[in-house]
Structure formats: structure tokens, C-alpha cells
């Protein structure tokens, strides 16, 4: 492939020159090929971008002035939509996403953007009179620097989840995208920056291969918040560096979604919109259906239909639009889930292979189903996050949710039955922040996820996400009583 970008910081208000400073190199999942170099930003870079945000928060406006804000969000979901194609285009290139979901994912961070916009001008505190003349003002106040760390698998989206409400809340921002998807989140951040109205300093940014400027967000005592989106692994490794400074997290960490199958359902529709939400990004969204919790009733239906519809996917370049499984990030991560369903060969229903007839460079895998049983097995109990779908029987409601509910993740769960009471009382009764009826993967700006146990804690999308960057204050004034009329 012959596009070559360069990735940069955005600090001050100015694109870093990158002379001099090592770099690391971006692969593209599709074919193997280089396509561009980012300089490492490292510690120096988190610091001066923290010294930008902490500036700007401080002796700007910005944090006062929510009109302003809005118009800033508002020209950024623009300034975006303008270049949807490209953007599209190199998302698709470097994560390996199929290039239709890619320009979902644009659509949706214009639209979670606007959204934004509209609370931005919405924020309101409450005020009492306590006693005769006693008064109590309650102000909704921005958190101060915020930094935002993501992962590469929808850098587009889960940016704009935690800077959207970050911005309409007054808070100034450091940025860290992961390094797999540097590229695009500069294409991306030459959008979101470049807006006549955002005041300098307002918005930080810096890529790295490493983790030194990362660490140095979580552990510095000027940074207020940490949005982070990202494994239970480092997730808990930031949990454990914010403690020196108390700062105040937001962890949407990994997921392992069960989708449960009940024996009223129509099997032949099911089996390829579960083979979808299995098989989103290849399985590599926090979302993604992993295990398919069946009745025994129609286990073998389903497991039969489950199989024909996976093997029927086609798996092929993320930018052919004929493409319904894309490569993985990586030949690492493709290894790794191949030698996992090599271990569980013995429970495979279908095993996915190596693809022929596309890049050798690339990360591609067929989807794979196994039957696994054992609640202790890491098929069941690990994030896999690669095209492999998981199947169980229940005979009981009851025993439906228990096995549901027996990993440490809690992010999101589907429910399919025709039965309407039975699909409320199972979904009150899934330990997790997100409950599909009939449906799954269904994400919105309006609509707050997040996570229970080793998903996280906090919520973004939503008002909710626009509490995670505000604090509420207290004002007291004894102002006297109000003169009585006679
Ligand atoms: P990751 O945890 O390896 O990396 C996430 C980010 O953290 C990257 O920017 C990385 O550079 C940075 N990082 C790594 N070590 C750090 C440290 N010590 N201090 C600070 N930052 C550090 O995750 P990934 O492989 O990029 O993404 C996949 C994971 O993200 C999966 O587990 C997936 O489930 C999860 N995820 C969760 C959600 C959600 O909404 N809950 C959404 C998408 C992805």
C-alpha cells in the first residue's frame, strides 16, 4: 500500500516539529505494509502537554463560558463531517475495520459531538433557600485537566465519548491514542483543531509506542481526571498509579458480552445477527457477543445454524466493501487467538483458518466456534478479542443468568426471546451495563455505557458522561431575610 502519513503531536495550540525525536512505525493489518512513522512523545511531550491544559484552564475563559463551547463542538462535528472520507478511509486502513463500518464510526463521532454541543449549554446548578435568608447555590463546575487515554479498536468514537463531555464541561484536555491507530488520530485531530474559536491550549495531544508520557498523565498532580478506555490490565495498573494524587477515574475497560438464546426464538433469523455481533471488527470490540448461551432445547439448531452462518462471512480486505470480517490488528494478535482455538480444538464446532488468496501480510482469520462448557475455561472467562464465538447450554432462566453473570466481566449482554416479561426480569438480572433485547451492538450518543467489576467503573455517552468532567460546589451566603410585605 502506498500512503504514507505522519503522526504529530498537537500541543499549545501548535503542531510539534517532530525533527530529531525517535520514531516508531505504523503497520497496516491489511497487507503488512508500513504506512507511516509518529514521533515517540514520550514524558517530555506529556508534560508540556500538561502545562498547556493546565494554562489554558486556568487563564482562559474556556472553563466560564459554555456558549462558547458549544459553538467550538459544533464547528468540530463540521470540520469532521467535511472530511468523513478520508477519515473513513485511513481509519480502515490502519485498524484494519471494513470500511463501512469505518464511515459508521465517522458518522457516529459527528453526531456524538453535536450531542455535546447541545448539553454544553444545558449545564445548571440548583439554588436554596435553607433557612430565612439562608442560601444555598450548587454550581456544576468543570473538573479542570482532563486527560483522555484510548485504544485503537474505534479511535474516532471513544475519543470523542470522553472529549465531547470533557469540553461541554469546561475541562481543558491531554490526548494519548494508542499507538496502532496513531496515524488516524492525527488525521482525525487536524479536524477537531483546526477551529478559529478554540482558544489555545484548550485541547493537547501526543502519540507514543510506549507508556512513559501515559504514566506521567496518571500520576501527575495536575491532571484532575482520567478518562481511560483501554484492557482490565492497564486499566488496573492506572487504578493503582492514581492513587498518590486521588485523581478521579473513568475505567471502560474489557468485556466478554454473552448473548442468551431462549427457546422461543426464530433460530434461522437469530443465527446470522448473532454471527454479526460476534464478528464485529473480528471480534475485537469490547462489545462483541463472545459467548452464545443456548436452550437446551435448540442448542443443536442453533450451534448447527450459528455455524453455517460464521462459515458463510466472508473474510477479505477492510477495504473491500464486500467484506464482512476484516483482518485483525496485527499477525501477533492473530497468532495468538489461532493458538487458542488450536488448544480448544476438541470443542471446535468451526475452526477458522489462515485465509488464503489475500495479503501474506496480513492478519487475517476465519471465525471460529467452539463448545466449551467449563465456566473455568479462558475461553469463558478471558477477553479473546479475536473472530471466536463461544457456545453454552442452560436448561432454566434461572441458570441462564447464573452462568451470564460467572465471569469478572460486566460491559454488555443480549437477551433473544419473544417472551417481553421474561426479557425485562433477565435483563434487570445481568450483571452488566448495557442489556440488548433481541438486538446487539447498539451504541448512541444518548444512551450512557459502562461497565460493572473488571469492565470499569463510570459512564460515558449520555448526560452521565458529562458528569464524569463536572464537580458540584457549594456557595453559602446568608443574604438576610426578605422584608415581610406589612
Ligand atoms: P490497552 O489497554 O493495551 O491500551 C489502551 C491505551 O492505554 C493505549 O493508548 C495504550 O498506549 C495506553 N497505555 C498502555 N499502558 C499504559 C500505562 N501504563 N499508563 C497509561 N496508559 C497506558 O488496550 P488496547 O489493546 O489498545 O485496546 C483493547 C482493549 O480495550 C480491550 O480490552 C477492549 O475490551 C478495551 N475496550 C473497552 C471499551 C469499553 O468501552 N469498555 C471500548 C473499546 C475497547
Known amino acids: 500500500m502506498t500512503i504514507s502519513v505522519v503522526g504529530a503531536h498537537w500541543i499549545a495550540g501548535e503542531w510539534i516539529p517532530s525533527a530529531g525525536a525517535t520514531r516508531f512505525e505504523v503497520v497496516s493489518p491489511v497487507d503488512g505494509t508500513v504506512i507511516g512513522g509518529v514521533p515517540e512523545g514520550g514524558a517530555a511531550a506529556a508534560e508540556a502537554a500538561i502545562a498547556a491544559a493546565q494554562r489554558a484552564f486556568l487563564q482562559s475563559q474556556w472553563a466560564h463560558a459554555p456558549r462558547l463551547r ?4 459544533l ?52 439554588m436554596l433557600e435553607i433557612e430565612p435568608g439562608v442560601y444555598s447555590h450548587l454550581t456544576r463546575e468543570p473538573a479542570g485537566v482532563a486527560a483522555i487515554i484510548t485504544p485503537w479498536n474505534a479511535p474516532a468514537i471513544l475519543l470523542v465519548r470522553s472529549l465531547g463531555p470533557a469540553l461541554a464541561a469546561g475541562c481543558t484536555v491531554v490526548m494519548k491514542p494508542a499507538p496502532q491507530s496513531s496515524l488516524f488520530h492525527t488525521a482525525f485531530l487536524r479536524c477537531l483543531a483546526d477551529i478559529d474559536a478554540l482558544p489555545v491550549g484548550v485541547m493537547n495531544s501526543f502519540c507514543e509506542a510506549g507508556s512513559a508520557g501515559g504514566e506521567l498523565l496518571v500520576e501527575s498532580p495536575d491532571v484532575d481526571v482520567v478518562s481511560f478506555t483501554g484492557s482490565t490490565a492497564v486499566g488496573r495498573r492506572i487504578m493503582a498509579a492514581a492513587a498518590g494524587t486521588l485523581k478521579r477515574l473513568n475505567l471502560e475497560l474489557g468485556g466478554k458480552a454473552p448473548a442468551i438464546v431462549f427457546e422461543d426464538c426464530d433460530i434461522t433469523t437469530v443465527a446470522p445477527q448473532l454471527a454479526a455481533a460476534g464478528m464485529i471488527l473480528a471480534g475485537q470490540q469490547c462489545t462483541a457477543a463472545s459467548r452464545v448461551l443456548v436452550h437446551d432445547s435448540c442448542y443443536d439448531a442453533l450451534a448447527k445454524a450459528l455455524a453455517a452462518a460464521l462459515a458463510a462471512m466472508r473474510v477479505g480486505r477492510s477495504d473491500d466493501e464486500r467484506s464482512e470480517i476484516g483482518p485483525l490488528i496485527d499477525i501477533r494478535s492473530r497468532d495468538r487467538v489461532r493458538r487458542l482455538v488450536e488448544m480448544h480444538a476438541d470443542a471446535a464446532v468451526l ?11 496480513g492478519a487475517y482469520l476465519g471465525p471460529s466456534l467452539l463448545a466449551v462448557e467449563d465456566l473455568t475455561s479462558p475461553v469463558i472467562q478471558e477477553e479473546i478479542f479475536g473472530p471466536v464465538l463461544n457456545i453454552e447450554r442452560f436448561s432454566t432462566e434461572a441458570e441462564a443468568v447464573k452462568k451470564a453473570n460467572a465471569t469478572r ?11 417481553l416479561d421474561r426479557a425485562f426480569r433477565v435483563s434487570r438480572s445481568i450483571r452488566s451495563g448495557t442489556v440488548w433485547l433481541n438486538d446487539h451492538n447498539k451504541l448512541f450518543p444518548e444512551a450512557e455505557t459502562g461497565g460493572h467489576r473488571d469492565s470499569g467503573f463510570g459512564r460515558l455517552h449520555g448526560i452521565d458522561g458529562l458528569n464524569e468532567f463536572l464537580v458540584t460546589k457549594h456557595i453559602y451566603h446568608r443574604f438576610g431575610r426578605v422584608r415581610e410585605l406589612s
Do not use: C, F, H
Open 70 to 73: 458549544a459553538d467550538v463542538l
Open 75 to 126: 464547528a468540530q462535528a463540521a470540520s469532521v463531517e467535511a472530511r468523513k472520507d478520508d477519515l473513513s478511509r485511513l481509519l480502515s486502513i490502519e485498524t484494519g475495520k471494513l470500511i463501512g463500518v469505518a464511515r459508521m464510526e465517522i458518522a457516529a463521532a459527528v453526531s456524538e459531538l453535536r450531542y455535546y454541543a447541545g448539553l454544553a449549554r444545558a449545564i445548571a446548578g440548583r
Open 351 to 361: 475452526k477458522g483458518a489462515v485465509a488464503r488468496n489475500l495479503p501474506s501480510g
Open 409 to 419: 466481566y460486566g460491559l454488555a449482554a443480549s437477551v433473544w426471546t419473544r417472551d
